[in-house]
Each structure stands twice: as structure tokens, then as C-alpha cells.
């Protein structure tokens, strides 16, 4: 398996703009998780979904921020509109199981809002 | 809310250090988690463990229940082991099974 796979690596957006960060979970994994990272805040859970259902938002933000998983294999994080506090490093992680399981962690996108 | 509290902030070394990086958490966990990240780099589950202690290669990692702690060791330490290490709790029971949180990480930097 090719681990966690997120897209874009990088974007660069206008303030105002929409941005789409997607995700494909590890095949079988039943949970997956969305982080972001900053200098100031470190690594913070947004959003977290079990068999594509979300489990607790109370980490995302604002109504800007918005997320879904269509089916097992896919997630998107929507920010819209995007603002210049929303630049951060945006992870997925997934996972097998409901206790003591390893988190397989996606490469990162590196969001910046100008 | 689990608090996780990690120490020393920034470590340097110098090239076959053993180096300590030290992890406290505030309620019961399922299991602690140390992740790596290089500069740049995405993040990798080093170890995951719930008792005792876990070798692998130069990396050791120990956790006291009772305490409330957890330890990564790095023995003979080496430049390219220069990341961000991050500690991260499991937390125990409730809804939220397989949620981390996370230390603020401990940053080091070996010097050849």
C-alpha cells in the first residue's frame, strides 16, 4: 500500500478563495482523522470520521471549514472562504481499530492564504 | 481534556549523545504514541505502546502508567536524527477512541 496520500502537497490561494485538501485513506483503515498543524498551536484534530461517518467536529474551527468522506477510500477538507489565519500545514491520518492502533499519517499539505 | 506536556522544548547534541526526550500526560490513556517529523517532512509513528518499554535500533521508548510518563531514549545519537519528536495520548474511554493529543514536540538538532 502506498500509505496515506493527500493532495495538494502545496497550495497558494488569494484570501477569499475556496480550497479543496483531499485525502485517500490506507485500503481497510476505518477511521480517518484530519490535523492541523502550526508554529503557535502544534498538531490540533479538526474532524475525525469512523466507516466514513464523522465522529466529532468540535475541532474545526468555524462554519468556513467543512469536511466529508463519500465513500471509504476518499476525504476532502473544504475552507471557504479561505483567510490568512488558515495557513498551516493540513494532515490526514488513518487508521484500523477503535483503541491502541498506529496512526498512518499523509504527507502534508502546506496550505498558505494571501 | 488530556494535557501533554513534553520536555526538554529544544535539545542539541553533539553526533553519539545518548539523548533523553521526556513526556508527561494528564489522565488515563489507552496508549502513547512518539512520532517523528523531519523539517519539512510528514510525520512518522516511531513507537506505540501501553506498558513497558520498546526497542528499535538505536530508539527506546518506556512508559510509566503509575506516572504518568513516558521516555524516548536515542542512543548514539547521529545527525540525521535531527526532527521534531511529538508525543501524543490516546485517550482512554468516552467516544473518542483513536483521537490523539499531542505535545507541543521537543525539537532536536545533532551536531556532527
Known amino acids: 500500500d502506498a500509505g496515506v496520500i493527500q493532495s495538494p502537497r502545496h497550495e497558494v490561494t488569494e484570501m477569499g478563495q475556496e480550497v479543496t485538501l483531499r485525502c485517500k485513506p490506507i485500503?481497510?483503515?476505518?477511521?480517518l482523522f484530519w490535523y492541523r498543524q502550526t508554529m503557535m498551536r502544534g498538531l490540533e484534530l479538526l474532524i475525525y470520521f469512523n466507516n466514513n461517518v464523522p465522529i466529532d467536529d468540535s475541532g474545526m474551527p468555524e462554519d468556513r471549514f467543512s469536511a466529508k468522506m463519500p465513500n471509504a477510500s476518499f476525504s476532502t477538507l473544504k475552507i471557504q472562504p479561505s483567510e490568512p489565519r488558515d495557513s498551516a500545514v493540513y494532515f490526514c491520518?488513518?487508521?484500523?481499530?477503535?483503541?491502541?492502533?498506529?496512526?498512518?499519517f499523509g504527507q502534508g499539505t502546506r496550505l498558505t492564504v494571501v | 481534556k488530556n494535557e501533554v506536556e513534553q520536555s526538554p522544548q529544544n535539545l542539541t547534541a553533539q553526533e553519539g549523545e545518548f539523548i533523553t526526550i521526556n513526556c508527561s500526560y494528564s489522565v488515563g490513556i489507552s496508549a502513547l504514541h512518539w512520532l517523528q517529523q523531519h523539517p519539512g517532512g510528514g510525520i512518522v509513528s516511531l513507537f506505540m505502546l501501553s506498558s513497558g518499554k520498546k526497542k528499535h535500533g538505536r530508539l527506546i521508548a518506556t512508559i510509566n502508567i503509575q506516572e504518568k510518563h513516558s521516555s524516548l531514549h536515542i542512543t548514539a545519537s547521529h545527525p540525521r536524527d535531527s526532527a521534531v519528536y511529538i508525543c501524543?495520548?490516546?485517550?482512554?474511554?468516552?467516544?473518542?477512541?483513536?483521537?490523539?493529543?499531542f505535545g507541543q514536540g521537543t525539537i532536536l538538532t545533532v551536531h556532527p
Open positions: 501524543a495520548a490516546n485517550n482512554a474511554g468516552g467516544t473518542s477512541y483513536g483521537k490523539l493529543t
Open positions: 491520518a488513518s487508521s484500523f481499530g477503535e483503541t491502541n492502533t498506529e496512526a498512518f
Open positions: 485500503s481497510g483503515h476505518d477511521y
